[in-house]
């Protein structure tokens, strides 16, 4: 057993001292180098999340500035179909500036980054080619709002000319329809007898009385026109009663003729030849199978669709 006034003894005090102050100096040299490691590792961290903000904000730029310039391309590209579409050829400046943006854009975009440099380099370009496309369009303007003034021009110089061709065909229409009245045929002194004969010779005399009528004695001239043509011309001669009916004998004596676009009865035809000169018209008898009515009767002649006189008879 060992004495306790040893235990306590200066020698032993002095080794638990010893022990105590190495325990403290080495605690105390762990926790700086825990520090000094913590800070390292706080600094590296704070390192690599400012150079990942970095990448991330020139990825951004990048992309940003990659997708500007392609749109820029796209202008160029419709601005330069419709600038062709007028015969008007682009700068070599610019077509080498819109070369240059395009092959840096594929390089980027292949690399799927770019250096400082090469950002700057493709934004100076894209500014460039903003402020020659600018230029571009307001060329284009200027022609746009040229061919919209000829356009109007045009229209208004088509609607005048239809207007004129409209005007000219009014006119042609006219000369054509008094050329048409002009070469018509005029009847002339047209006389009209209502016969019977006499019961004692047979001889035909004149009668006004309308059941005595037995043949009706047609004769007229055809009046002088240098204008119509010559050639056979087929005369259709209408009597109409004082019904205002057409008269006509039972069988294939009358018919139809084109009158003013419609179908008109006629009594009898017959045809004549003409040469530009005055002649007589065939003198004609018609004679009636069933006895006529008092009142007037009208006579008219007509041929190739118009009308070319009229005489009129009374009977009693």
């Known amino acids: 057993m060992v004495d306790q006034n040893e235990a306590n003894s200066p020698k ?48 951004i730029d990048l992309k940003g500035s990659l997708e500007t310039a392609e749109l820029l391309l796209i202008q160029y590209q419709e601005d330069s179909i419709a600038l062709a579409g007028k015969n008007i050829e682009l700068s070599k400046a610019l077509i080498e500036k819109k070369n240059e943006i395009a092959n840096l854009v594929y390089k980027l975009r292949k690399n799927g980054k770019a250096s400082a440099a090469e950002l700057a380099n493709l934004k100076s370009k894209i500014s460039d080619l903003q402020n020659q496309i600018m230029a571009l369009e307001e060329e284009n303007s200027g022609l746009r709002d040229e061919n919209t003034a000829l356009i109007g021009e045009k229209t208004e110089l088509q609607g005048q000319k239809a207007q004129l061709e409209t005007e000219k065909n009014e006119i042609s229409a006219e000369r054509e329809k008094y050329k048409s009245v002009a070469q018509r045929l005029q009847a002339g002194n047209i006389d009209i007898q209502t016969n019977k004969k006499r019961w004692i010779d047979k001889k035909e005399i004149s009668t006004d009385r309308a059941k005595n009528v037995e043949s009706i004695k047609i004769s007229f001239n055809i009046l002088e026109n240098n204008m119509a043509n ?3 011309r087929m005369i259709y001669v209408k009597i109409t009663g004082p019904n205002g009916v057409t008269i006509t004998n039972p069988g294939n004596e009358g018919g139809t003729f084109a009158y003013e676009n419609y179908e008109s009865r006629y009594t009898y035809k017959m045809s004549t030849d003409f040469n530009k000169e005055s002649k007589s018209g ?35």
Not at 31 to 59: D, M, R
């Open 12 to 59: 032993e005090t002095e080794k638990k001292s010893k022990a105590r102050a190495l325990l403290i100096g080495i605690i105390g040299a762990l926790l700086l180098i825990n520090g000094v490691l913590l800070y390292k590792y706080f600094k590296k961290s704070n390192e690599a999340e400012v150079v990942e903000k970095t990448l991330t904000n020139e990825n």
């Open 230 to 232: 010559r050639g056979k």
């Open 282 to 316: 065939p003198t004609t008898v018609w004679r009636p199978k069933g006895e006529l009515k008092e009142g007037k009767y009208v006579v008219e002649f007509y041929t190739e669709g118009y009308k070319m006189g009229v005489g009129s008879f009374i009977l009693k």
